[in-house]
Nanobody, 124 residues
């Protein structure tokens, strides 16, 4: 299973970016897809997740009201629309797939497959 993330870049504070992540490869089931981020010198942290069939969404508190996760069910693609970006949003953003039921989508160790990451830099 391969995850290809794209859409990162440099943006000024207050601006917007849209990330996407397409999953491909051998047949696999998807319970949820998530986005995590890792800033320099910090641990990887949960950003958002979406359950694949029903579309329940979850966000970390710091991005609620600014970020929106969505998915293209048929295309095995997850998106993260990021608005009102802040310098503290600067990080490498990773997408991930959870293939079986989990009640711990906030936990990175739950996920089975990971993308390579895309860098988001927000200047002040």
């Amino acid at each position: 299973v391969q995850l290809q993330a794209s859409g990162g870049g440099l943006v000024q504070a207050g601006g917007s970016l849209s990330l996407s992540c397409a999953a491909s490869g051998r047949s696999f089931s998807t319970y949820a897809m998530g986005w995590f981020r890792q800033a320099p010198g910090r641990e990887r942290e949960f950003v958002s997740a979406i359950t694949w069939t029903v579309g329940y969404t979850f966000y970390t508190d710091s991005v609620k009201g600014r970020f929106t996760i969505s998915r293209n069910y048929a295309g095995n693609t997850v998106y993260l629309q990021m608005n009102s970006l802040k310098p503290e949003d600067t990080a490498v953003y990773y997408c991930a797939v959870e293939t079986s039921y989990s009640n711990s989508l906030f936990n990175a160790s739950t996920y089975d497959y990971w993308g390579q990451g895309t860098l988001v830099t927000v200047s002040s």
